[in-house]
């Protein structure tokens, strides 16, 4: 161990003096720092293999340490990542918003993509391999039993000498439009006895006109009692009438008639709402068919303005015919029911009534009204009744109707009943019809692309009449309609019609209490489950229905 101070005074010249073993030339004075200083008790420095010591300084493990300690004693001090919800605004809320900023940059910059995944992709299946696939599998008999390859006779394989009939067959059949009943079995294979005799036993429940074209016939054909002679016809059944299924059926050798009725329900589809910003749109959005729509437009058309007399705030209300069999189907029937209600109160109230089903409205049964012309066309106002500049002719004159702009191939309707007084060519007027309304009144339709009534028909409020065109003097599809008082011209939309009550006193009272039972209808009544009887739902079920197992519990 050295003894004696560690370091030699410094002479005068700013040199070490020559004591002891510290000899040596003058020298700049070191300057340390106390962790540069050893202590007295330190152990001599340990010879390295080459005879030299090793160096002084800290190793490189310690090194790493301090600068840890150096790094960890600034973070602390800096504090990057302090508390955002504290001190909002301050420079060390800043700093921490740039760390936050900068990690996140980092974790985006370091993240995996979102490129889709390369896998196998299947192979493709079009018609031709689904086909050869199918041909190399074995369908089961319930399917037809139809698939499978078919393969080239082998030696062993002997032909038949006859071939056994299959000892029955079931098709079936579709009576097509404008098809009879008749040819519709004949295509069948069922022979003309046996076709005479179902003709007279299903004309007795329905007439064979009245069957719709589209009806399918389920037909079990049996075995030929003799070669080449007809098969037999062992069973026919068939939906005659949404309320009724017909059968003929073999039994003891004579076909007999079976009738198999469908429960149906009755109750009218009743539709209500609000008019708001259209009143076509909240009957859609409401459910109502197009075809209903159409029809309570054109009732309501007739004693109120679609444009001005209805507000947003009325609700419209309108009743259907509507059927429900037990089988599922539904059928919707023509309108019943049209009416307009403001503030809770009826305002107009249609009902229809009468053989040629007309629309009358209940408080017009006592009292004579008028009521504008309502539209002929679905369309809008294109030139008005007037002088004006005709655009083709290009000189003003007399423009002695109303025009509307509406769809090539629009239904035109009479405004009133009446009678068709012209109906054909007339000069710039093109494919013209002309209907007479009584008391001098009368209407001409002009442009029409085909008319679709003839001279003297007797039309109804609302009967198409022809469809919109572009014949005669005419620049494009419009409808010009005209009316006449007296024979002369007159400006239609100035026109108001009177109608005087239809119904007399004794129908009143039945007019009345049909409405008050239709009015009784809830909304939406006609569209809850219908139950099937227990015998017709014991019916319905399939046989291999019948052999599942049941559920216990």
Known sequence: MRKGPL????????????????????????SLSHAQVLPESAEPATPTP???????????????????????????????APDLATDIGSPRWYRGLATLFGLSAAAIALSPSFSSVEAATPMPVNDRVRDEFRSQTIAPLAFGADSGRHMGASPLVRPLAKVPERPMIQLVSTLGQGDSFRRMLERAGVGNTDISQVSDLISGAVPLSDIASGTQFDITLGKRPTEGASRPLDEMAFRARFDLDLSVERHDGALALVRHPIAVDTTPLRIRGTVGSSLYRSARNAGAPVAAIQSYLRAVDKYLSLENDISANDEFDLILSYKRSAKGERQVGELLYAGVERDGKPRLQLMRWGKDGQMFSASGLAETRSAPIGMPVAGRITSRYGMRRHPILGYTRMHAGVDFGAAYGSPIYAVSDGTVTYAGRHGGHGNYVRINHGGGLGTGYGHMSR?????????????????????????????HFEAYRGGKTVDPLSIRLVTRPQIDGKERDEFRQRM??????????????????????AADTREIDRLEPKKVG
């Open 7 to 30: 370091f030699k005074a410094l002479d005068e010249n700013g040199g070490n003096s020559a004591e002891g073993d510290y000899a040596g030339g003058a020298a700049s004075a070191a």
């Open 451 to 479: 008319i679709a009534v003839k001279n003297g028909t007797h039309v109804r409020a609302g009967q198409v009449i022809g469809y919109v065109g572009s014949t005669g003097l005419s620049t494009g599809p419009h409808l």
């Open 516 to 537: 008050r039972a239709l009015l009784t209808v809830e909304p939406g009544a006609a569209l809850d489950s219908f139950v099937k009887p227990e015998a017709e739902q």
């Open 50 to 80: 080459s005879g030299e010591t090793a160096s002084d300084g800290p190793g490189l493990r310690e090194r790493i340490q301090a600068w840890k300690q150096d790094i960890e004693s600034w973070c602390e001090k800096v504090e990057l």
